[in-house]
């Protein structure tokens, strides 16, 4: 559904952030990306958007090429990126302009019921904490029902117990309508939380380094043997992917490897 | 058609929030404004009266109040006020107009700024007072030459803001726009405008007082009525009390305008973080 073939990416300062990139998403699918910083995923996730272009290759949602910022495709930012000046309301109607006032005010309605944000429609940007803005920014995202969602570390600035129920809350937004799910974290256990695949990244150039299958239903227990299985997996692949670093951290030993992917 | 509800639900929000901003301001920082030149004006009354301070130079608010109230009832102060406003009224608008255009011109594009810039950075760097002689040749001694003066002074502030503003948006919030696909127009109107305003109103009230500036320039150097025409005749005829009621004058007006532009701009910008607002 989601396509990616051998995608480049070569940076006008020459940084090469990506080197021959493929990856094929299902369609409802929800994939982590996991990595080291520096290792290109946040570029991988403008090129899926069309924020930029690859230096080679091709993006291509259900056989259609993305050159340019599609409908189909909706980001999240690591940072909520709200407008200031249009209220909480009219910041999550922005992508729904074409629609009557109406439809778009009940859609509004629905998607701040969803999130848990019900009467927070006419407040200002400033006025709220660092979790709402982030799941205002998500419905933003979300209200325009993209095929393709791409999320790059959207809970990475919130605290550890705000980051589980954000989660749980993405998931029961991700529930109502299913799009494919490209998440970028840092977050090991996120990976493990959310994901059905998790693509773990290595850097210098970027490219992919394995790619893990989580197969556990939801809701997930984050206590059970399969889910620590799971975080055990990712983590060893993560070791891996930073371990095999051409000259960088190649001496050091596993443990402090683990300690510094991040 | 619903953008325009939007929008009109919006500015309704923020009229609501802004009154009560403004009423706020109005019952607080006006009367503490006031405290102290009100507390001088008395101060030196009081020493007048009493004999201590000789008043030939420095006439007492009193007097001060007196010759404005004659030249008040007379109609004459209306007048020169009418005459002072029109040109400011005048040379700021032309001036923000074209700072504005310009500078929305360069700042969005690099190739207009890398044109016209060094250009328009070249002559800010004249003194706007040297143009005079220049504007009186080509304009003659009457309003167009003085409007041109104050334009010129206006335009600066404002094309320098307006450029200003522009560079200085966050790439991320465009992106933003990008991303939801907004054609260029959109882009601008929905994201760069509301984006520059802040910054914009600070230019063109800045520009704003340099206008104040200028008019009393162009007015100095010959001119029938005006208040600067009131200051140079105070001066000629030996009368401080006719100067310093033109001064009160241009600081009332100068501030009235300005507080205009603030009360007419403030339910734009109710949105704003700002460290005043939370002061
Ligand atoms: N706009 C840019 N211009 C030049 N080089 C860039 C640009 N953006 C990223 N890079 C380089 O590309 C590489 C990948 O960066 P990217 O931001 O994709 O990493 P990341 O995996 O998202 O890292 P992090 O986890 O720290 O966010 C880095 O080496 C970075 O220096
Ligand atoms: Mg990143």
């Known amino acids: 559904m989601l396509s990616l073939a051998h995608l480049d990416k070569v940076y006008g300062n020459g940084a090469h952030a990506l080197d021959d990139v493929s990856l094929d998403v299902e369609a409802g699918e929800i994939v982590a990306l996991v990595g080291g910083s520096g290792c290109g995923k946040t570029t991988l996730l403008r090129l899926v958007s069309g924020l930029e272009a690859p230096t080679h290759g091709t993006v291509s949602v259900d056989g259609e090429a993305i050159a340019a910022p599609h409908p189909a495709v909706g980001i999240v930012f690591q940072e909520p990126r709200l407008l200031p000046w249009l209220t909480v309301a009219q910041n999550i109607g922005f992508g729904l302009d074409h629609l009557p006032a109406s439809e778009r005010r009940d859609l509004v309605e629905e998607a701040l019921l969803k999130v848990g944000l019900a009467g927070y429609g006419p407040r200002w940007p400033r006025e709220l904490s660092g979790g709402q803005a982030q799941r205002v920014s998500i419905v933003r995202a979300l209200v325009t029902k993209p095929k393709v969602l791409l999320m790059d570390e959207p809970f990475s600035a919130l605290d550890a117990l705000t980051r589980a129920t954000l989660q749980d809350h993405l998931l029961a937004l991700w529930e109502a309508s299913q799009p494919t799910l490209l998440l970028v974290t840092h977050d090991v256990e996120e990976a493990a939380a959310l994901a059905d695949r998790a693509v773990v990244m290595q850097p210098r150039p970027g490219r992919i380094f394995a790619d893990i299958a989580v197969p556990l239903p939801r809701p997930r227990d984050r206590l059970s043997p399969g889910f620590v299985e799971a975080k055990r997996a990712i983590l060893g692949a993560l070791d891996g992917s930073l371990s095999q670093i051409p000259g960088a951290t190649g001496g050091k030993p596993a443990e402090m490897s683990a300690g510094s992917w991040w | ?279």
């Open chain 2, 1 to 279: 058609m619903s953008e325009i509800q939007t929008l009109d639900l919006q500015t309704k929000r923020n009229a609501r929030a802004s009154t009560r901003a403004a009423s706020s301001r109005l019952g607080g920082g006006f009367v503490y404004g006031l405290i102290l030149p009100v507390a001088a004006a008395l101060l030196y009354e009081a020493a007048f009266r009493a004999g201590l301070v000789q008043a030939r130079l420095l006439p007492p608010p009193s007097r001060i109040a007196e010759t404005l109230w004659k030249l008040a009832a007379s109609g004459e102060l209306l007048t020169h006020v009418i005459a002072t406003l029109l040109r400011v009224g005048l040379g700021f608008g032309l001036g923000a107009v074209v700072g504005v255009l310009l500078g929305a011109l360069t700042g969005s594009s690099s190739l207009a700024r890398r044109l016209l810039d060094p250009t328009l950075q070249a002559l800010r760097a004249i003194p706007s007072l040297a143009w005079v002689p220049l504007f009186i040749l080509w304009l003659g001694i009457f309003e167009p030459s003085k409007i041109a003066l104050i334009a010129v002074g206006c335009f600066f502030p404002v094309y320098l803001g307006v450029m200003g503003a522009i560079a200085n948006v966050d790439r991320k919030i465009v992106e933003v726009g990008r991303a939801f696909r907004l054609s260029r127009l959109m882009l601008a109107r929905r994201i760069l405008l509301p984006a520059i305003l802040p910054d914009t109103i600070v230019a063109l009230r800045s520009g704003l007082g340099l206008g104040f500036m200028f008019v009393v320039a162009a007015e100095i150097m010959g001119a029938s009525e005006g208040l600067g025409y009131l200051l140079v005749d105070g001066q000629q005829l030996g009368k401080p009390d006719q100067i310093l009621a033109a001064i009160l004058c241009f600081a009332i007006l100068g501030k009235a305008a300005d507080w205009l532009i603030l009360v007419a701009t403030r339910p734009l910008l109710s949105w704003q973080d700002s460290f005043a607002r939370s002061g």
